[in-house]
Nanobody, 125 residues
Framework: QVQLVESGGGLVQAGGSLRLSCAAS????????LGWFRQAPGKEREFVAT????????FYADSARGRFTISRDNLKNMLYLQMDTLRPEDTAVYYC??????????????????WGQGIQVTVSS
């Protein structure tokens, strides 16, 4: 089983930046597609970004495209989410997730098999 642990969350003012990290243990990321999701209070968990096994094909939700950058380092078993120009509506618990690599981009929570515990990101006005 893959274990995922997020770090790098916290409190930031609107317009600021934050970088989330996700460390894997137990197995490597080399054969997995990886993703970031987030869940705000009272809302469903929503897709943020995903990246294929090689890191060549990132894909973003409309809310993230242009502001967030997903990347991975397979040699270090690390996944990252660079978040710039943060807005209060970005406030949520952020989760990293993994699934076996496939030919399609998956943006649903049900499509991912392994999940981190989540980390809080709060953007103040």
């Amino acid at each position: 089983q893959v274990q995922l642990v997020e770090s790098g969350g916290g409190l930031v003012q609107a317009g600021g930046s934050l970088r989330l990290s996700c460390a894997a243990s137990g197995r490597t990321f080399s054969s997995y597609a990886l993703g970031w999701f987030r869940q705000a209070p009272g809302k469903e968990r929503e897709f943020v970004a995903t990246i294929n096994w090689s890191g060549s094909y990132p894909f973003y939700a409309d809310s993230a495209r242009g502001r967030f950058t997903i990347s991975r380092d397979n040699l270090k078993n690390m996944l990252y989410l660079q978040m710039d120009t943060l807005r209060p509506e970005d406030t949520a618990v952020y989760y990293c997730a993994a699934r076996p690599s496939s030919r399609v981009v998956v943006v649903t929570t049900a499509g991912y098999d392994y999940w981190g515990q989540g980390i809080q990101v709060t953007v103040s006005s």
